[in-house]
C-alpha cells in the first residue's frame, strides 16, 4: 500500500544520504573479501568465524550446487523482492557454509598470511568485532574460486533473502562462506500463545502421549526422547515420537509436526497469529498466558546431511550466531 511504498522510499533517500557522505567505497572491478567475525560470549569466552564475501549463482539452486535447508514463507520473499526494487541494493549477504574438509578454513589462513592488518574493524555494542581484508592477490581469488567451485554450498541463514534475490530477476546472490566446523547454531524455542499447560495436558492424554511434571533443574537430564514444555510456575516434560536419523530426530521438526500440529490443530495459516519465536542458548522463563516449547539446538552437520538430502526443516529451526551484519556490503541490483 501507500504506507509501504512510502516506507521503503524513505529507505532509498536514506541510503542516498550515507552515499553522499562518502560512507562506502565502490569497487570498480570483481572483488573478493577475507570476512572475521569475532563474537564475544558470556562466559568470557570469544567465538570466532572467518570467511569469504562474494556472489554465488542463483543457478546453483537449480543445480543443487548451493542447497537450502529450511522451508520459506512465499509472502515474506515476496515482500524483500519488492525492498529490492525499490531500494536498489543488497546490503545483507546471505551466509552459506562448505564442509570442513573443503579446505576453506587453511585456504583463508594462507591468504590473510600474505595480507597483513584489516583494512576494516569494527567493534558494535554488542561484542561482535567485524574484520574485512580485500583480497587483491590474483592468485589467492583464483584458489578460493578453485575450491568453491568443486564443492556444493550450504543456505545457512537468509533463505527468504536469498528467495527474493531469485524472484528479483537477478544473476547471483551476494553471499558470505564460512567453514561449517566454525559455526555455532542454537536453539529457537517455541512460544504457543493461547494456550493453557491445563489444555495441553489434556490433548495430550487423548492422543496418549506420556508426560510427567519435571522442575528447572531437570530441563538439561531429561531424556532425549522428551520436549520440555514451561508454563509460569511449571514445567512438564512430554514423550513424543524419536527417529533413529534424519528429520524425525530433530526437535524442532518433532515440535511442529507432533505437538503444535497433530496435538494442538495449529496449522501453517493459524500459526502466525499463536506462535512465537525465542532463540538463544539459555532457556527463557515461560512468558505469561502461553507455553514455552524448548528446542535442542540441532547440529550444523545434521543441518548439512538434511540439505544433501533435499530435505527441508520448519522455518525457524536453526539461530546461527553471530550474524553477518547488513550495511557493512552494498550490491547494486
Not at 228 to 256: E, N, Q, T, Y
Amino acid at each position: 500500500g501507500a504506507v509501504a511504498s512510502e516506507v521503503l522510499a524513505s529507505n532509498r533517500r536514506a541510503l542516498d544520504r550515507l552515499i553522499d557522505r562518502g560512507m562506502f567505497t565502490e569497487e570498480l572491478r570483481p572483488q573478493l573479501y577475507v570476512y572475521r567475525l569475532d563474537q564475544q560470549l558470556p562466559d568470557g569466552t570469544t567465538h570466532r568465524q572467518t570467511g569469504v564475501v562474494g556472489g554465488l549463482a542463483i543457478a546453483d539452486f537449480e543445480l543443487g550446487e548451493l542447497r537450502p535447508h529450511e522451508r520459506i514463507h512465499h509472502d515474506r520473499a515476496a515482500h524483500m523482492a519488492q525492498h529490492l526494487d525499490a531500494v536498489g541494493v543488497q546490503s545483507s549477504p546471505v551466509a552459506v557454509a562448505v564442509r570442513a574438509e573443503a579446505g576453506l578454513g587453511p585456504a583463508l589462513v594462507r591468504c590473510l598470511e600474505a595480507i597483513g592488518a584489516p583494512a576494516i574493524e569494527a567493534r558494535g555494542r554488542d561484542g561482535l568485532t567485524q574484520q574485512i581484508w580485500p583480497i587483491r592477490s590474483p592468485e589467492s581469488t583464483a584458489e578460493l574460486i578453485e575450491l568453491l567451485s568443486r564443492v556444493p554450498s550450504y543456505l545457512i541463514d537468509g533463505h527468504h533473502r536469498a528467495a527474493a534475490t531469485a524472484i528479483h530477476g537477478e544473476s547471483w546472490l551476494l553471499t558470505a562462506v564460512f567453514p561449517a566446523d566454525e559455526l555455532r547454531n542454537q536453539a529457537f524455542n517455541r512460544v504457543v500463545h493461547g494456550v493453557t499447560l491445563h489444555e495441553l495436558l489434556g490433548q495430550l492424554e487423548r492422543a496418549g502421549y506420556p508426560w510427567r511434571a519435571i522442575d528447572t533443574s531437570d530441563l538439561a537430564e531429561r531424556d532425549r526422547a522428551e520436549i520440555a514444555v514451561g508454563a509460569p510456575g511449571a514445567w512438564v516434560a512430554v514423550r513424543l515420537p524419536l527417529g533413529d536419523v534424519g528429520l524425525d530426530c530433530l526437535d524442532p521438526v518433532r515440535i511442529d509436526s507432533v505437538l503444535l500440529h497433530d496435538v494442538l490443530g495449529l496449522d501453517s495459516g493459524t500459526r502466525g497469529r499463536q506462535i512465537s519465536y525465542l532463540p538463544g542458548s539459555q532457556v527463557p522463563s515461560p512468558p505469561a498466558g502461553a507455553l514455552l516449547c524448548v528446542s535442542r539446538p540441532v547440529e550444523v552437520s545434521a543441518i548439512l546431511d538434511a540439505a544433501d538430502a533435499g530435505q527441508v526443516l520448519p522455518p525457524k529451526s536453526t539461530y546461527f550466531e553471530p550474524k553477518v551484519r547488513s550495511g557493512v556490503f552494498l550490491r547494486t541490483v
